[in-house]
């Protein structure tokens, strides 16, 4: 490497730092607030004298961590394939089926991307009540998959956009159907799309608080962010506990992130090169 490639990388470096220690500051304020004593909050060293692991086992038996962390997996895994399903199903047809008012309809689906979620959690309520899913997983489900559809669906067209036709054709020719072109020729090949969906679906559903808190009455089967936030006092709030509780709630995004990290920086920069 040239003296001019060791500057411009050295530059790089020095800029982009900072950066990243000021991104990295929460979480590690996070994991070392759920590792101190609950005195030493405020007026200790940002680096604890004395570790101490009791936030953990206090916040995995006080609001039964096990239970409400299985019914945010188990949503947010069936909430993703769902999201899958229609988005590469739908994103495949939008941008390689030919069928009348194609255009007319995903324009009235990107539409519903437009609504704040906040603005349709009456609606929503309404409608769960009146089809006897409310209180229901199986309803907090249902919205979540109908919610986030259109998104998904609008990243994977994209991708699908970028295959060359003579793909399909050729496919066609050889007697394929059409469902087996997309299972054996095309979902292949837009593996950094689907990455990139599951990475994004994933951190949204795991992270919902407003709809699941709103929608599900019963303690028991909430997910885990509604109950995490029933740590936080009116007056005081035990910060040891539910930095505890945030950090292991980190956990899963981070394995699924680190799975499939490559696959979603090659999505990312699909669009940046030429062919």
């Not at 399909?168 to 990139?196: H, K, M, N, W």
């Not at 992270?207 to 599900?216: G, K, P, S």
């Amino acid at each position: 490497m040239t003296g001019r490639g060791w500057l411009g990388k050295g530059f790089a470096t020095f800029v982009l730092l900072p950066f990243c220690v000021l991104m990295a500051f929460p979480f590690v304020w996070m994991l070392l607030t759920s590792l101190r004593d609950q005195n030493t909050i405020f007026n200790g060293p940002i680096i604890p004298r004395s570790f101490s692991f009791k936030a953990y086992s206090s916040v995995w038996t006080s609001i039964e961590f096990p239970l409400h962390f299985w019914n945010s997996l188990w949503i947010t895994s069936v909430t993703v394939a769902g999201v899958l399903v229609f988005s590469t199903l739908s994103g495949y047809a939008f941008a390689k089926l030919d069928f009348p008012f194609r255009n007319t309809l995903f324009v009235l689906l990107l539409t519903t991307l437009m609504m704040p979620s906040t603005a349709l959690i009456i609606p929503l309520y309404l409608e769960l009540k009146s089809l006897g899913l409310l209180d229901s997983q199986t309803g907090l489900v249902i919205l979540y998959i109908s919610g986030s559809a259109p998104f998904s669906m609008f990243l994977m067209r994209a991708f699908f956009q970028t295959l060359p036709d003579e793909l399909i054709e050729a496919a066609r020719v050889d007697g394929g159907s059409e469902l087996t072109i997309f299972r054996r020729v095309i979902l292949p090949l837009t593996r950094p799309g689907i990455a990139t969906v599951v990475i994004f679906q994933f951190l949204q559903t795991w992270n919902e608080f407003l709809i699941a808190n709103t929608v599900l009455r019963d303690t028991d089967s909430l997910p885990l962010q509604p109950v995490l936030f029933t740590l936080m006092g009116q007056y005081s709030t035990n910060w040891p506990a539910l930095t505890a509780g945030l950090t292991l709630s980190v956990v899963p995004v981070v394995i699924v992130y680190v799975r499939m990290q490559r696959q979603f920086v090659a999505g990312m920069m699909l669009g940046a090169v030429k062919n």
